[in-house]
């Protein structure tokens, strides 16, 4: 399974990766919390959550906000729990997106940041977000975007070299695997920075 070569590669990768990919994490995850409005009293999910710069970022803003953040990678997890570890209204559980250990319409948002990409089972991974959020919530997924000339040459690199990596997206396949999941596209666009990253975002709300 997918996953295990996941948790293989970040628990390797987790003491240098946010000091390794400082400029794109800073980038991407500020594009991302500018992108969509949460409210402070929202719980969050934040899926595939690596060392939890997005909590720091969500945490700035309104240090009371409430957050779960879920990862397969343990060594991921612990970087995070350090970083927030006198937070006591966040938690962070390891968990794969296909099986979130959580009760239906839980929370208020869900976030997936620079993650789809690795996700065998798309389709079952968004069906289980969308279990988890209440029917008035939101999830808003943000990824690389293989509209871009450039990354789909970085998607067939990583294909034959990344043992973690599975394949990007166009902005037209996201939306699909989005729509076929009941869920309502509310927003969308597409962006990049520097000369390789192009990325894309949605939010997007259950049709229940």
Known sequence: MNEVKIQREYDRLANTYDLRWRSYIINTLTFLYNWDKIQPQARILDVACGTGEFERLLLAKNPTQKIV???ISEKML???RKKFDTFSNVEFKQASVHS???DSHYFDVVVCANSFHFFDKPQLALEEMKRVVKPNGKVIILDWNKDYFICRICDLFLQLFDPAHQQCYTQAELNQFLVS??????GATKF????IWGMMVVTAIPNN
Do not use: E, N, W, Y
């Not at 999941?181 to 509310?186: D, P, Q, V, Y």
């Not at 990049?192 to 000369?195: D, E």
């Open 69 to 71: 953040g879920i990862d």
């Open 192 to 195: 990049r920075f520097g000369v």
């Open 78 to 80: 612990d970087l995070a």
């Open 181 to 186: 999941a009941k869920f309502k596209l509310h």
């Open 100 to 102: 979130l250990p959580f």
